[in-house]
């Protein structure tokens, strides 16, 4: 399996899906949720993005179990998304349903899922989040999905990290590695919350996998951490307001993007 995110420098764009059928914010229509984020991802496109991935994060609040009309939505999304825009796609469904997640990206021709929880476990706002690496390969390798990259959180935002406290983020992303994760990511705090520099670079030193970068570049800070990581994932500063709730603000991608294509 050939890992294409490996010194990349790859700009991955978020899509923050609408509300999903069955969760408290839905509203209209699958249609008008397809249309949307086929919209985005060709504001995405035209900007020069690299890569794009869906997340249903409009779902609040997030729950430990994932109902079918969610996976199927989230596989519709990702089928039209990725064909309209003929662009590598990922995506990550929430809470955690990473075996959800891989069956929708292995229906949708998907190249990679996030994944939560993969190594060691956390508490999180919609609860506690064990260790999933060995199911979850597993389930990987039974539905032929091993081109389907997994790439892991590691000491995840919006999560409490005190059961572990003596395994530090460098231990974890070598647990992460050694139980195969095809790439880990460091975030900060919480979404948009810049990841912490040195620790980005602990961790690069540390793995011979790709290292991404998972909140908080902005077109400010984004020489620093392209120098270090393989790959940014970016959903707030691309909004508009740079906040995530709003639309995909097509003129700051193309600034953000021109700037990147300078710095590679």
Not at 89 to 107: T, Y
Not at 220 to 238: K, T, W
Not at 254 to 260: G, L
Request: with cysteine.
């Amino acid at each position: 399996m050939t890992n294409f995110l490996k010194d990349s420098k790859s700009i991955i764009g978020m899509i923050h899906v609408d509300a999903l059928p069955g969760t408290p914010k839905y509203q209209g229509t699958m249609a008008d949720i397809i249309a949307k984020a086929k919209t985005e991802a060709e504001l995405y496109r035209q900007a020069g993005i690299d890569v794009l991935m869906i997340e249903n994060m409009h779902d609040v609040p997030y729950g430990r179990q994932v109902g079918p009309e969610v996976v199927a939505a989230m596989t519709v999304l990702g089928y039209e998304v990725k064909n309209s825009s003929g662009l590598r796609c990922g995506l990550q469904i929430l809470a955690a349903a990473n075996q959800e997640a891989f069956g929708a990206a292995q229906a949708a021709g998907l190249d990679f899922v996030r994944a939560e929880g993969f190594v060691f476990a956390h508490v999180a706002d919609e609860g506690f989040i064990d260790g999933c690496a060995a199911d979850l390969l597993r389930y990987r390798r039974r539905i032929g999905a091993d081109d389907v990259l997994v790439l892991t959180d590691i000491k995840k935002k919006h999560s409490a990290h005190a059961i572990t406290a003596d395994v530090d983020i460098v231990e974890t992303a070598h647990a992460a590695e050694f139980f195969l994760s095809d790439g880990v990511i460091v975030t900060g705090i919480s979404t948009g919350a810049a990841a912490s520099p040195e620790e980005l670079a602990q961790v690069k030193a540390a793995v011979d996998i790709p290292v991404l970068v998972g909140s908080g570049v902005t077109l400010e800070n984004v020489e620093h951490y392209l120098a270090v990581a393989d790959a940014l994932i970016i959903g707030s500063y691309f909004k508009t307001n740079g906040h995530w709730t709003q639309g995909v603000d097509g003129e700051r991608v193309e600034a953000f993007m021109e700037k990147v294509h300078r710095l590679r």
